[in-house]
């Protein structure tokens, strides 16, 4: 191993414990609330630092991405750019995280990049400079880079950090792909929630605008949240299709997870409000 090789970064998959649509922006962008919360299960990242610029990128991704359309690429590109670095890297991808799930898994990978990579490379980014570069990635970028669990407010980047009890999850993946943009264009979505204090939101039940339509537009969906709300309060996360149910003990999840019909995949992992990343950077 040489000293350039750096390995095992996480970048976890987050939960919409509650996700309000408030209203629609003139640029079509939609104003929310929402909470996040990590969970213990990631894609893993290792990166080795180069001393031209290239970047390259190794995957084991089940479907095809364009490394034009890479948010890791491009999260690379965005730090060289922003801080006029000369260094690249090589960069390995163990992609575990299901793919258009409502995860955060793209936006997850993007955020560890930067924040890996300004470490690796020394450019020396503030916390907030990343999360301002990572916005123009994706809305969920900036929470990942952030590390904390997090109430969320504007496009998802005004974030306040929070700490929600952390309990087990049993997460279940319908095997359907749920494109957010196409969410956010139905014209049947709902988008008048009333704007809530965290307090209030914090203490009434919590739900996820986005899941009625969803479960309307993909009956899959439909029935795996149906089939989990028989074992625990179990909601969507996102704009889907994954769902997830909440148990206190991890053998309680593991339990449902046994009597899983073999046509939904599923598995359990732990609420985590401090991000496995920030974990991992405090090593170096
Ligand atoms: C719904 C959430 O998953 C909640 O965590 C996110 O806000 C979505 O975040 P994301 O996947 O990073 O979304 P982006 O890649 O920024 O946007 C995908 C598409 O969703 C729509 N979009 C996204 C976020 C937002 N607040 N309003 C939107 O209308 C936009 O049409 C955009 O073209
Ligand atoms: N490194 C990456 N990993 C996963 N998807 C990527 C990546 N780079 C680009 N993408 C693209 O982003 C799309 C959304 O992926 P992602 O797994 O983040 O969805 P998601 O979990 O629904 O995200 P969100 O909850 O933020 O909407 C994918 O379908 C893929 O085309």
């Given at each position: 191993?040489?000293?350039?090789?750096?390995?095992?970064?996480?970048?976890?998959?987050?939960?919409?414990l509650f996700l309000h649509i408030n209203a629609q922006r003139s640029d079509g962008?939609?104003?929310?609330?929402?909470?996040?919360?990590?969970?213990?299960?990631?894609?893993?990242?290792?990166?080795?630092?180069?001393?031209?610029?290239?970047?390259?990128?190794?995957?084991?991704?089940?479907?095809?991405?364009?490394?034009?359309?890479?948010?890791?690429?491009?999260?690379?590109?965005?730090?060289?750019?922003?801080?006029?670095?000369?260094?690249?890297?090589?960069?390995?991808?163990?992609?575990?995280?299901?793919?258009?799930?409502?995860?955060?898994?793209?936006?997850?990978?993007?955020?560890?990049?930067?924040?890996?990579?300004?470490?690796?490379?020394?450019?020396?980014?503030?916390?907030?400079?990343?999360?301002?570069?990572?916005?123009?990635?994706?809305?969920?970028?900036?929470?990942?880079?952030?590390?904390?669990?997090?109430?969320?407010?504007?496009?998802?980047?005004?974030?306040?950090?929070?700490?929600?009890?952390?309990?087990?999850?049993?997460?279940?993946?319908?095997?359907?792909?749920?494109?957010?943009?196409?969410?956010?264009?139905?014209?049947?979505?709902?988008?008048?929630?009333?704007?809530?204090?965290?307090?209030?939101?914090?203490?009434?039940?919590?739900?996820?605008?986005?899941?009625?339509?969803?479960?309307k537009r993909y009956p899959q969906v439909a029935k795996t949240l149906d089939w989990l709300l028989e074992y625990a309060p179990?909601?969507?996360?996102?704009?889907?299709?994954?769902?997830?149910?909440?148990?206190?003990?991890?053998?309680?999840?593991?339990?449902?997870?046994?009597?899983?019909?073999?046509?939904?995949?599923?598995?359990?992992?732990?609420?985590?409000?401090?991000?496995?990343?920030?974990?991992?950077?405090?090593?170096?």
């Amino acid at each position: 191993m040489t000293a350039s090789l750096s390995l095992g970064w996480p970048a976890p998959a987050k939960l919409n414990l509650f996700l309000h649509i408030n209203a629609q922006r003139s640029d079509g962008y939609h104003e929310l609330q929402t909470l996040f919360q990590f969970v213990e299960h990631c894609d893993y990242l290792d990166f080795k630092v180069l001393e031209t610029s290239e970047l390259k990128l190794h995957s084991n991704m089940s479907a095809a991405v364009a490394d034009s359309d890479n948010l890791i690429l491009r999260a690379a590109k965005s730090l060289q750019q922003r801080t006029g670095c000369q260094l690249g890297a090589e960069i390995w991808l163990d992609k575990r995280l299901p793919m258009g799930g409502g995860l955060g898994g793209g936006s997850s990978d993007a955020a560890t990049t930067l924040v890996a990579l300004n470490q690796l490379w020394k450019t020396g980014l503030s916390a907030t400079e990343l999360c301002e570069l990572g916005l123009k990635l994706g809305a969920d970028v900036p929470v990942f880079v952030n590390g904390f669990s997090a109430f969320a407010e504007g496009v998802g980047e005004k974030l306040q950090n929070v700490e929600p009890s952390e309990p087990w999850y049993l997460v279940l993946v319908p095997q359907v792909h749920v494109s957010t943009a196409e969410v956010f264009q139905d014209p049947e979505l709902p988008r008048d929630t009333p704007k809530l204090s965290l307090e209030s939101l914090m203490n009434s039940p919590w739900k996820n605008d986005c899941q009625t339509l969803v479960a309307k537009r993909y009956p899959q969906v439909a029935k795996t949240l149906d089939w989990l709300l028989e074992y625990a309060p179990s909601r969507m996360t996102g704009t889907g299709a994954c769902v997830f149910g909440q148990f206190e003990q991890e053998q309680q999840a593991k339990d449902v997870l046994a009597k899983l019909p073999a046509s939904i995949k599923g598995f359990v992992a732990k609420g985590a409000n401090k991000s496995p990343l920030m974990l991992r950077l405090a090593q170096c």
